[in-house]
């Protein structure tokens, strides 16, 4: 059980930690204690029970903090006059029941939260409120809390900064939607907040995209809402910190047009903060219809809120962080076109990774197409050139994004000139945990010899770029 020790009476910061959670976790609604103001800068007394609650739209998240006017009783206890032990949160994802305990503690361990020793798991060591932030870093990065807790100076793989958004440490997922980001330049006086949203705007826009969706958006502050329709939840969320410098390495790294463009680089790098959009959905229980329809809800809502960031003179660019992709504000427009077609913006979900670029013997595959169709789609040794096969690669994913996963072993597409298979994929996949992934195999041509072995492969690649022009509304 996570204790927490005081010398003297503490205090629950709920504002700061409200914030700290609506920002790690913002598909929950968040009541720190039952006399939360809802206000950025009130606390409150610990004494007796306080409540602290997560609310969606599935069951709600609980933690109870029961405040102990008395010293903690054992050996080796650091000398102390009151302690506060936490609950076990209410859910079964144990990664997000761990980032919860790791925030109250670290809130509760402030200045002034007022702890000054904390004990995460019941064989854990007794750390200082210095370790915290780094204890917090690690498992939002993935390390569960039992571990943090009991190797409190076993540095993280992420160097020492401010508190990175955990989402930067995501993966490609088999049945998720990744997170996307718009990232925020800083203003002419510093970090200061950018314009908020028009969050009716956005609602109307999103009744009249997809009218059979029941969009509905709850507000939660100036910058963040809750987006619900169809069988989702797509949760709006301000960060105030900017992406890792790592993160931006590794994704340039995977971008080259964008490195190679040093302006454009420079901006990606100097972004101050970020607007991040998340969804909860499980892609195989909603079928590729409801998928489809959320993820253009996902690229409308993008679209809107980097619009109305450029007309403020704040776009840096846009992120999937699971995918390591950036894309420039020069590429909204086609985006914006797609969207207008009523189709999704596949270069937003899906990234391409070339294995082999020589021509006549073309290799390439996806990630990011799973939880659309239920594969990934795969060339190898393709007779073209790079630019020419990926154009067809383009143009099958817009079939499949559009009609779902339709295309049958021996199917044909553009008159016969690509033939589909279905398999296994060949792949390299190391965010799959070594599970077998099927694939939609890509026949150009005369057929090719598939390789023996399977092929490494980058976890991610560049986008696809498409021209196109803005839309409706000044997309």
Same mark, same amino acid.
């Given at each position: 059980?996570?204790?927490?020790?005081?010398?003297?009476?503490?205090?629950?910061?709920?504002?700061?930690?409200?914030?700290?959670?609506?920002?790690?976790?913002?598909?929950?609604?968040?009541?720190?204690?039952?006399?939360?103001?809802?206000?950025?800068?009130?606390?409150?007394?610990?004494?007796? =029970?306080?409540?602290?609650?997560?609310?969606?739209?599935?069951?709600?998240?609980?933690?109870?903090?029961?405040?102990?006017?008395?010293?903690?009783?054992?050996?080796?206890?650091?000398? =102390?006059?009151?302690?506060?032990?936490?609950?076990?949160?209410?859910?079964?994802?144990?990664?997000?029941?761990?980032?919860?305990?790791?925030?109250?503690?670290?809130?509760?361990?402030?200045?002034?939260?007022?702890?000054?020793?904390?004990?995460?798991?019941?064989?854990?060591?007794?750390?200082?409120?210095?370790?915290?932030?780094?204890?917090?870093?690690?498992?939002?990065?993935?390390?569960?809390?039992?571990?943090?807790?009991?190797?409190? =100076?076993?540095?993280?793989?992420?160097?020492?900064?401010?508190?990175?958004?955990?989402?930067?440490?995501?993966?490609?997922?088999?049945?998720? +939607?990744?997170?996307?980001?718009?990232?925020?330049?800083?203003?002419?006086?510093?970090?200061?907040?950018?314009?908020?949203?028009?969050?009716?705007?956005?609602?109307?826009?999103?009744?009249?995209?997809?009218?059979?969706?029941?969009?509905?958006?709850?507000?939660?502050?100036?910058?963040?809402?809750?987006?619900?329709?169809?069988?989702?939840?797509?949760?709006?969320?301000?960060?105030?910190?900017?992406?890792?410098?790592?993160?931006?390495?590794?994704?340039?790294?995977?971008?080259?047009?964008?490195?190679?463009?040093?302006?454009?680089?420079?901006?990606?790098?100097?972004?101050?903060?970020?607007?991040?959009?998340?969804?909860?959905?499980?892609?195989?229980?909603?079928?590729?219809?409801?998928?489809?329809?959320?993820?253009?809800?996902?690229?409308?809502?993008?679209?809107?809120?980097?619009?109305?960031?450029?007309?403020?003179?704040?776009?840096?660019?846009?992120?999937?962080?699971?995918?390591?992709?950036?894309?420039?504000?020069?590429?909204?427009?086609?985006?914006?076109?797609?969207?207008?077609?009523?189709?999704?913006?596949?270069?937003?979900?899906?990234?391409?990774?070339?294995?082999?670029?020589?021509?006549?013997?073309?290799?390439?595959?996806?990630?990011?197409?799973?939880?659309?169709?239920?594969?990934?789609?795969?060339?190898?040794?393709?007779?073209?050139?790079?630019?020419?096969?990926?154009?067809? +690669?383009?143009?099958?994913? #817009?079939?499949?994004?559009?009609?779902?996963?339709?295309?049958?072993?021996?199917?044909?597409?553009?008159?016969?000139?690509?033939?589909?298979?279905?398999?296994?994929?060949?792949?390299?996949?190391?965010?799959?945990?070594?599970?077998?992934?099927?694939?939609?195999?890509?026949?150009?041509?005369?057929?090719?010899?598939?390789?023996?072995?399977?092929?490494?492969?980058?976890?991610?690649?560049?986008?696809?770029? #498409?021209?196109?022009?803005?839309?409706?509304?000044?997309?």
């Amino acid at each position: 059980m996570p204790t927490i020790l005081f010398h003297r009476p503490g205090v629950l910061p709920a504002g700061r930690l409200r914030a700290m959670l609506s920002d790690a976790l913002p598909l929950y609604r968040w009541i720190c204690g039952e006399d939360d103001d809802g206000t950025s800068g009130h606390t409150i007394p610990l004494r007796g =029970h306080h409540l602290i609650c997560g609310r969606g739209d599935g069951a709600p998240l609980f933690v109870e903090l029961r405040w102990i006017d008395s010293p903690l009783t054992g050996d080796n206890i650091p000398h =102390h006059a009151e302690h506060v032990t936490l609950s076990p949160p209410t859910t079964d994802n144990r990664a997000e029941g761990d980032l919860v305990i790791a925030l109250i503690a670290q809130a509760l361990m402030s200045q002034d939260g007022g702890g000054i020793w904390c004990r995460l798991s019941s064989d854990g060591g007794w750390m200082a409120g210095v370790s915290m932030e780094e204890i917090t870093r690690r498992i939002a990065a993935g390390d569960t809390l039992e571990r943090a807790g009991s190797e409190p =100076h076993r540095p993280s793989p992420v160097a020492p900064r401010t508190i990175a958004p955990a989402f930067h440490t995501e993966r490609p997922s088999l049945d998720r +939607l990744p997170t996307l980001a718009v990232l925020i330049a800083p203003g002419d006086s510093g970090n200061a907040m950018p314009p908020p949203p028009d969050w009716v705007e956005l609602e109307d826009d999103l009744h009249s995209h997809d009218p059979a969706g029941n969009w509905r958006i709850d507000p939660r502050d100036s910058h963040s809402a809750l987006l619900t329709g169809r069988p989702g939840r797509i949760g709006i969320a301000m960060r105030g910190t900017p992406l890792p410098a790592d993160w931006l390495q590794l994704a340039l790294g995977r971008n080259p047009r964008l490195a190679e463009d040093t302006e454009t680089a420079a901006e990606l790098r100097a972004h101050s903060a970020c607007l991040t959009l998340s969804c909860d959905l499980d892609t195989h229980a909603a079928g590729p219809d409801d998928t489809r329809q959320i993820a253009i809800a996902m690229g409308l809502t993008l679209l809107l809120l980097a619009r109305d960031l450029h007309g403020a003179g704040r776009l840096a660019g846009l992120a999937n962080p699971a995918h390591a992709m950036l894309f420039a504000p020069e590429q909204l427009p086609a985006f914006a076109q797609t969207l207008q077609a009523g189709d999704v913006p596949a270069p937003l979900f899906i990234g391409t990774a070339f294995h082999a670029t020589m021509p006549g013997a073309v290799s390439l595959s996806t990630t990011g197409l799973m939880p659309f169709t239920g594969f990934e789609v795969e060339a190898w040794n393709a007779p073209g050139d790079a630019d020419t096969i990926g154009e067809r +690669l383009a143009s099958v994913l #817009r079939h499949l994004l559009k009609q779902g996963p339709v295309l049958r072993h021996g199917d044909t597409l553009g008159g016969g000139a690509i033939r589909t298979l279905h398999g296994t994929s060949r792949a390299e996949r190391p965010y799959a945990g070594n599970k077998p992934l099927p694939a939609l195999w890509l026949e150009f041509g005369e057929a090719r010899p598939y390789p023996s072995r399977p092929v490494a492969v980058p976890a991610m690649a560049a986008p696809l770029r #498409r021209p196109g022009g803005f839309g409706r509304k000044g997309l």
